[in-house]
């Protein structure tokens, strides 16, 4: 996680800069200090790229003055948990995302990445997102024909490269919800499928709450008149906000799939109650039967013929064995057995 | 499936490609090599309808050339798994369909449909859609007067074509639900009928989310100012949007039956259960009374009257029996048995 | 049903025309045959009015010719099994309307009526809806003032007629839930009650679906600026727009209602499943403690000095009662039988 | 009910005329007859209020010629059951009300109040609605300040009456629902609970559909630019519409804890009966262990040395009853019993 | 709760008068009597801002007179039991907002703020509402730049105060859900659980009816083109904007999870009413087989060979013994005990 030290050697090792570089013309140019940056913005029109992973505030601060950011924006960004938005102020966007990434336990865990965008700067920063960015930076450096567009790109390249990690995990929940309708519909059901289900429905509700409002940020991405967003990049922002729709969709239906899977739950746990109701019936009968034959012949009448019979014992043994049997085999038929 | 080679012998004979002809007056003119495609569109007025069938990457890059296709759009007909939606792009347009049909084992398959539109050409891409185009070629060619009206037509058509097969789909998923609501109504109620009711409810949603969007894609070509849908064609976008109306509208009748059905399937259980419930205890009571009366007759009195009578045994059998006799009568008039 | 084939003497009694009559000034001209409408347009500045019941095809055919139709529009008055709606050609108007009405077991069947209304033409077509629209002709010709207002007047009448006609259905539907109620809440209560709920549920979706497109469609022609409508006649349309408000919130009405009922059974069932297993249990009890009785005296130890008691066994036998007796008070009491 | 006939001596005592009088700079001048009622218009500036209840068609038809209202106006308010509503005509505005009241059972009954507000005239039709306006007439002669705006004013009063009756109803409806919670929570739960909550249903869909039309009516108000609702009369308006929005939200939450109330009364239905069916359980082991026991003493084995022990028979019946108390216990600590 | 008398020592010490103070440049002047603040606003350009606590009528119909409030305004302040609401007057605004604590048993209790808003003045009035303004006004008065803004950023600053406060309690909802998942979800399920799940529903219905009509009351004031709201302050509303949204939909994700909870409770009692029915059955079975055999050898037959053997007592408790224990074995294994 994070690029090695080595590749941005001129900025000073600080706790929570990955990345600080300025391009010109779609190539990188040089890594720079941060505390250089607004002079490097005077003095050239470059644009610098700069990536932050949890930065401490001193850092941000830095930030904000060599940019000129809104004390608002940057104290969301400082205490992170807020939710996906885009906010326009004077000269600079700030976008709040939401990563997610499966947990060891296939639990959903979700961090954020804001990012600011002007004129000729992007920041990005990251809270709890596990996926580093270089590879993307990295990916961006190979276009050089689109970098040239500039930070407006880089705000696409992003955005591109977190909605498409929500797609493997949309596909992780469907495989999830498929194992439940198994064990909904198989004869594995038990008490934890209850508790799956609740947890896949939780997981189905975060995501659905990272995923929702992204596709609303590109669409007002793709109608805005700033400069900040070039406008051959705006067809990008369609194309972001049409992969949002159909994770958002995907999610949709797994949700009332899900609430499906779990009325058609509840009707099993009845419909198996009711079978077991009446497999005890049954049982209960097969015993019940010989239980009053005994009895009858465990009075103590004086007259009681069959008593005084040789094999009186042994015809109502095999009389309570058919018994039994014919009643096995009747509740078998009818399927209470 | 596919239309004969030898209707399309001039073109080489690549996978994938299932015809290319150029069209004039509403008049096939010839079948071309995609190859020749740009320049036969600057030679001549003609215009022309590629029909491809899961193509290889290098043909959709060839066409791409050719028409002068947008990136993000040839990339979308590569991946497939796209939702339903129309995309405007300088010079031509977009749209993605979702076909349907239903496999042996009577649950639903979904295909899709990409197709391009420009000003004078029409590339359709189907993928896992089995159903060929070529009847609707011919019937498009047998009415050179509609034909003439250009590429938005033969969107029109192929639009029909699709929405068209909805309604046999659903139809039959209509009697699917008849079937589920002869098995909860009547004496057949099982565990699968639980599991028919998911699995419809499955391709409802499934096949909900094919149609919905139709009618909004409708609805847009019915406004677009562009050239490429003539005046003339657009009451006949509004025909496709009303049968697109008309199938969502017939799914969501069937989800809303559907939901019922499921709630009363579940009172039903209920019900069920409480009848074997009443039948338990009512077999339970005609056996617990002649053992009860056994018991007594079994104890070890010294003073017992009736166990000195003559016929004591053959009395208290008879009194047992007209228990036993005057219980089930009860039982089965109060509708326990 | 019908108009008597005398009243339209001079048109020719093909089968599916049930009259064509010219009206100048809000009152009846003359019945003429159908060829001879375009031209009795040309010649005078009558309209004409025409009703048609499940025609042939040909007299479509025909009546396309004489008023310079839409094919589509044709096509769905020869199809019927259309979604009620507005849908406004070049010069005419089609209105599609789904009639109801209660068939013998008490289920409602669905009809439709197409109406094509045009400057100086009303054509109706009517497919499967069982009442005539002769009285409502006959009540139109007895208010020439309003009739003189034109096709859009003749429109409203229709629109009107068939709306009011979904009062005493709704009407109908409400005494269907309120025996339901008196059954769920009653002691009635039985599997057929489900059975019921899910086909009051089916009735309503299905009103529903026929009813709720009119407000649109009457909203609509309230704010018309075509010439078809005269606009002394909007009021009028805001007036079946009220009506089918009316019906529309009714209908929604029974349905939540309709809803909680289902909710409702279900506890029900589920209280009295509850009750009849206390009952169970209770009856279990008393055949229980005297059997135990027995069976201990029916023990063989040698030292049972009860066993040698004078009137031990009625003692018992007495004892046996009384722990019945009070058990079965008990539980009358605590509301268990 | 109703003003005393003494204070509107010179309108002949018609049944269903319960005042009517002209105002002229907010201060009553005289009761007129109704047939004055458009010379007075005539030849003064004075404003006519009139208060009707339940009245005749012909007083309705003479009150239609005075004051020229619309036909379809005039036959909603002969035959009520209207839904809430604001209609514009030219020249006057038709509002409908409902009201509602608590019967002496405690469920709801629905009136309907229907006004009809001109430039300088007000009729208020009462149907079926009990509470008398004369109150509201007196208080709005109390402040001649006020009712010198017009007949606005006497709308917003009338309107702020109605909406002020349905707060003390939405108190009573909550009480209900806490009485119910007591039973649903508290062990007072029975059958008549789901009835009740059933009912508690029906009052509340139907004072929604009697409230909700409310809010949008007065925010038309609020915006007419019609000289009849004078602009300093709108605040009062946006005050009416806050009350309507109240009650309407509270009905929404009563609707919406009902909803979770009836759902926690299913759980607690199957709760309890699972308690039931553990102490079933419980008992039917208390008492078959005994019987178990004295089962194997009555066994005729010659060789059964504890038959032949002088206190056998006590020994059993301590064991017996040691069996069933350790039982007993086991099962009190464990919940069951 | 409240000030220290002392600090406001100019103002008449009545009942509900907090502070009273007057602010020039973003600074405290001095502390003022009520009545003379219409002077101070007509001789200085100071801004005054009020603060009240459950103020006696005579006190806001002082206030009224000073700032020249609307009456409709003012009664509700009076009355109390608004809903959540902006409104604006000539020259001034009216702001209520609910407040939410949580009680000592763990309940929500909600109180309201009213605020006026001048061009030049700020009344708060709480009602209910524990938490005192006073450290809000000191933390404003440490911030004289934004203080200079006047009585915008008053609204802003209390708006904030009270969004800010939603936040733990929601976070304490949150956990009251954990624990019911966990009582759900583990052993712990009782009757209670259902109890505690209404209560929180109940709560959430509270704060949300609290809560979600905040961000638009935001909203609006972020669009607001009155001199009231300065256009510097726009920004800060929006980040209240945000926070209530967060919290809204912090509520929404926690009903949606309790609706599911909810859902579990009822599958998993069922569940556990399954397996004690399972129970019952093996118990049941286990104690029936002994009977039997116990039955079987009370038989009164002459010929019973087993009965005389030297040990066929013992050979029949082990047989009973052997029985009893792989029946219990077996269900063991089953999974039913």
């Given at each position: 996680m994070g690029e090695p030290a080595a590749s941005s050697s001129e900025v000073a090792p600080k706790h929570g800069v990955i990345a600080c570089a300025s391009y010109a013309n779609g190539r990188r140019v040089s890594d720079i200090p941060l505390v250089d940056c607004s002079e490097k913005l005077a003095e050239t029109s470059d644009f610098i790229w700069i990536g932050l992973y949890e930065p401490p505030e001193d850092i941000l601060r830095l930030i904000q003055k060599e940019f000129n950011l809104h004390d608002l924006a940057v104290e969301d960004a400082l205490s992170a948990h807020q939710r996906p938005k885009l906010e326009q102020y004077e000269g600079s966007l700030f976008v709040v995302l939401r990563t997610a990434h499966v947990e060891a336990d296939g639990h959903l865990e979700f961090g954020e990445t804001h990012v600011f965008v002007g004129d000729r700067f992007v920041v990005s920063v990251r809270h709890g997102s596990i996926k580093s960015h270089s590879p993307l930076r990295a990916k961006c450096e190979a276009q050089p024909e689109q970098l040239k567009k500039g930070p407006g790109f880089v705000l696409y390249a992003l955005m591109d490269f977190i909605v498409d990690q929500y797609m493997p995990i949309v596909d992780e929940l469907e495989e999830r919800l498929e194992k439940l309708e198994e064990e909904v519909f198989g004869?594995?059901?038990?008490?934890?499928t209850t508790s799956r289900i609740y947890s896949l429905k939780r997981d189905l509700v975060g995501l659905k709450r990272a995923v929702s409002p992204v596709a609303d940020i590109c669409n007002r991405l793709m109608r805005f008149d700033s400069g900040i967003v070039h406008e051959d990049t705006r067809p990008y922002f369609r194309d972001v906000y049409d992969h949002a729709l159909r994770v958002n969709e995907h999610i949709d239906t797994l949700r009332e799939l899900l609430g499906a899977a779990l009325e058609a739950n509840l009707s099993l746990i009845s419909v198996s109650q009711n079978d077991d109701t009446k497999r005890l019936a049954a049982w209960a009968a097969i015993v019940a039967v010989p239980t009053l034959i005994a009895g009858v012949y465990g009075m103590n009448f004086e007259a009681m013929p069959e008593l005084h019979w040789a094999y009186g014992y042994y015809v109502i043994l095999v009389l309570m064995f058919f018994a039994c049997g014919s009643l096995f085999i009747g509740f078998k038929r009818s399927g209470w057995l």
């Open positions: 004869d594995e059901r038990s008490k934890m």
